[in-house]
């Protein structure tokens, strides 16, 4: 099946070359005016000018007039925990009363809470939750994700979300990357044990997330009060001899350390990244190491956001993400991900595009198939109402501006 689409006001992100964009780069967004875009199948087959658009062409299937509107990559948010049971909003109000996230955590509520829950919900019901969210952030613009366990805290609980997030590849349009995030915070079973805990991580469940296949990556929350640099290092290096790339929780409420090690250990990425010194910003911008920047997290904590004009100016690569989960961010909607980042970090929309797009696509390894117009690329795209220019999408924050999706040549919803 072929669709031509013409008439298009702008193609946006349009390059031949995938690379991972860092410091001033990522301020250029290369893009077609008035522009036609076809794709075959599930892939993108080419793109042009309507001026240069060809005469003698053969006649697709279908045709679609996109006059006034703009057509972007799809998102590609590459940090979520979106397999979760249930909700956290009694938290959400202790926390407007005066309590802060590590006070609760210390009470026992927090990640643990999110585990009792998940512990007593079954497979298909955890299942069923996490494809409405799935289907939510689809129609939202989300093409590609990546997806945490992290509220098991068992073996079986970890192995029964690492489960659904499998059943959610197989069954969903949506390219899905899996990580595996035991190491999310202590059970109170192993609260004074660590060792312990690090070693069902390692003898006991690491061995079966290989033999089953059920993971990519190694997630750990390197952060004061949960897992420490040394403790990360040693579950990461484990992960890596089990074929998991880390792509870990760094800096979010301290200085932890995680980003240095992260760096260390050739991380994919490092997320969060509230709470940065000189120091880490420095090491950050002279790796290949992604640091995936997650606003929402920051906003509904009511922290500081990112420092990234000081990450990008240093040349880092930075990417943005959701981080949709139940306690720091109740939502996976990246379009206000971009806004919040254009107008709490002071980030060029352009860069929130592409931190949102291609990098957000090599921050889950799939630069080379994902998250810009390329020919041969996935043909995941969103096309906006229309809008008076690029910059209205994050200007005009909350607005539904998307008219429609694509993933993988087939519309969504
Ligand atoms: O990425 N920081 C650690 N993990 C999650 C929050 C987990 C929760 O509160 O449920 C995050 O923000
Ligand atoms: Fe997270």
């Given at each position: 099946m072929a669709t031509l689409i013409t008439n298009i006001r702008q193609l946006v992100n349009v390059r031949e070359k995938n690379e991972l964009l860092r410091?001033?780069?990522?301020?250029?967004?290369p893009s077609i005016d008035h522009a036609w875009?076809?794709?075959?199948?599930?892939?993108?087959?080419?793109?042009?000018?309507?001026a240069e658009l060809p005469s003698n062409r053969p006649i697709p299937e279908e045709t679609i007039d996109a006059t006034g509107q703009f057509v972007l990559p799809a998102w590609c948010d590459s940090h979520t925990h979106i397999v979760f049971a249930g909700s956290r909003e009694g938290e959400f109000v202790d926390k407007i009363r005066g309590l802060s996230y590590a006070e609760i955590a210390?009470?026992?509520?927090g990640i643990l809470n999110s585990a009792r829950k998940l512990r007593e919900t079954s497979e298909d019901e955890l299942f069923n939750q996490a494809w409405k969210r799935l289907e939510e952030v689809s129609k939202q613009g989300t093409g590609a994700i990546e997806i945490k366990s992290g509220y098991g805290l068992t073996v079986e609980s970890e192995l029964k979300m690492l489960r659904v997030i499998r059943k959610l590849k197989e069954r969903s349009s949506l390219t899905i990357r899996a990580s595996f995030l035991g190491a999310h915070t202590y059970p109170p079973e192993f609260k004074e044990d660590h060792?312990?805990?690090i070693d069902l991580i390692i003898r006991e469940m690491l061995p079966v997330i290989r033999?089953?296949?059920?993971?990519?990556?190694?997630?750990?929350?390197?952060e004061t009060g949960f897992f420490s640099p040394e403790e990360t290092e040693t579950i990461c290096k484990a992960g890596m001899s089990?074929?998991?790339?880390?792509?870990?929780?760094?800096?979010?409420?301290?200085?932890?350390?995680?980003?240095q090690t992260g760096v260390k250990l050739g991380a994919i990425s490092v997320d969060h990244l509230e709470t940065m010194d000189e120091d880490a910003i420095k090491t950050l911008a002279a790796s290949n190491t992604i640091g995936t920047l997650l606003p929402s997290a920051a906003f509904f904590l009511r922290m500081p956001f990112q420092p990234a004009r000081a990450l990008i100016d240093a040349g880092c690569a930075i990417a943005l993400?959701?981080?949709?989960?139940?306690?720091?961010?109740p939502s996976g909607n990246m379009n206000l991900v971009v806004s919040m980042s254009c107008i709490q970090m002071k980030m060029l929309p352009e860069e929130a595009i592409n931190a949102a797009t291609l990098n957000g696509a090599w921050a889950m390894e799939l630069g080379n198939e994902l998250g810009s117009i390329t020919t041969g690329k996935k043909a995941n795209l969103i096309f906006t109402r229309p809008i008076p220019s690029l910059s209205y999408l994050p200007y005009a924050f909350g607005s539904p501006l998307i008219d429609k999706v694509m993933v993988r040549g087939e519309w969504i919803g």
């Open positions: 410091g001033q780069s990522l301020a250029v967004l875009l076809l794709i075959e199948g599930n892939e993108i087959a080419g793109y042009g000018t309507m210390a009470r026992g509520g060792q312990g805990y033999q089953e296949n059920l993971a990519d990556y190694i997630d750990v929350f390197c089990f074929g998991l790339k880390p792509k870990i929780h760094a800096n979010q409420l301290n200085l932890s350390g995680g980003t993400a959701s981080d949709f989960n139940p306690g720091s961010s």
